[in-house]
C-alpha cells in the first residue's frame, strides 16, 4: 500500500493498527513519527505538494491510501498540494494502480465549496478520482472521534476547564460521530472493493448537537452551562481566535456545524456494529476528572 499522508496523524494511527498486521505499508509524508510502528512499514520522507513523479511510489503497489490534508490555512497551502494529488491521480492511472482510497469530507455550504481553499482544492482531487479509470472509493466521515482527537476531546477539556461551553444558536443541528477506528474498519473494507463510488459515513446515533454537549456534562458530573452566540457571533468569536493563531476551532467549522450537514447517517456493511460515542466520552471525562484540572484550580 502506498500511504500517502502517513501513519502518524489521528486517522493514519488508526489506518496503521487496522492494515499494519496484514499490509505491506509505503507511506510518504513529511516528518518522522514515533506513532508510526507496523511490521512491514517503510516511511518515505517527502511532501505530497512536492512529488514531481510518482511512479517508482507505485511499483508493487495495490492499492493508494491518501489522507494528508491540512485542518487551515489559506490558498497558497492547499494549491500546492492539491497539484501533487493529482499528479499522483494521474500517474495512478497511467501504471494501473489497482484501487484508490481517498479520505475526503462531507457536503458543506454553498459560499464554503465555492469559497474555502481547504474544500475548494479537496474537491479538484475529488473530481479528478471521478474522471479518472481508477477503481477508487471516496469516503467523507462526518466528525471523528478517538485518542487524541481534535474535536470531542478538546469539548471536553474546555468544558471540564471552565465549566462553561459555549453554544451556537440553539444547539439544534445534528452531528453523528464516528470513532476513528470503525473508519480504518470502513476504509480495509472499501479497499476490497471493485467499484467507483462516493460513500459518507456517519456513526451509529445521529445526535442533536445540544444533547450531545448536555451528555458531555453530564459525563463530567457537572450540569450544562453555557454561553449563548448566535451562529454569526460564533463565526465572528472564531475568526478572532485564527487571526491570534489559535488553533481550537476555525469560522469554517462553525459555519459548517450549524447548516445541519454533519447528521450523516450510519455506514452500512461492516460485519460488527459501528461503536457508540458515550463509553469514549465517559472514560475521556473520567480521565480529565481523574486528574489535576490545569492551573491548579
Ligand atoms: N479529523 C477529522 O475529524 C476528519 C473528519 C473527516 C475527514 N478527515 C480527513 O482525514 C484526513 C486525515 O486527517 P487527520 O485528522 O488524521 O489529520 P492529521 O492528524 O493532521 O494528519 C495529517 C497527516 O497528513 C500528513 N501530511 C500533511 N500534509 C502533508 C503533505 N503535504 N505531504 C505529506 N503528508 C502530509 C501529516 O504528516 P507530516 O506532518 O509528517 O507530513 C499527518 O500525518 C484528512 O484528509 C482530513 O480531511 C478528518
Redesign the pocket.
Known sequence: MLL?????????RAVLAEFGPTWSIRS????P?RDEVAPDLEWVP????AVPDWRPLLHDVDLVL??????FGPERRFAP?AD?LLRLVAAAEETGTPRFLQ???PDATESLETGLPYLTH?RRVDRAIERSRLSYSIV?????FGPR???LTVMLRTMHRYHRFVMFGDGGYHVSPISVRDLARILAREAALDVRHNVTAGGPTRWVYRELTDAMFAHLGRPPRYVHLSPRGGVRLARFLETVRSTLLYAYEVEWLVSDRLGLAPYEGLSTPLAPVEPFLVAEAARLRGARPAGGG
Not at 467523507?140 to 471523528?144: C, D, E, I, N, S
Open positions: 500517502v499522508g502517513g501513519g502518524g496523524g489521528f486517522v493514519g510518504l509524508h513529511r516528518a513519527s517527502g511532501d505530497a505538494a491518501v489522507l494528508a490534508w491540512y485542518r498540494l501533487g479520505l475526503s469530507v479537496k467523507r466521515p462526518t466528525m471523528l482527537d481534535k474535536l
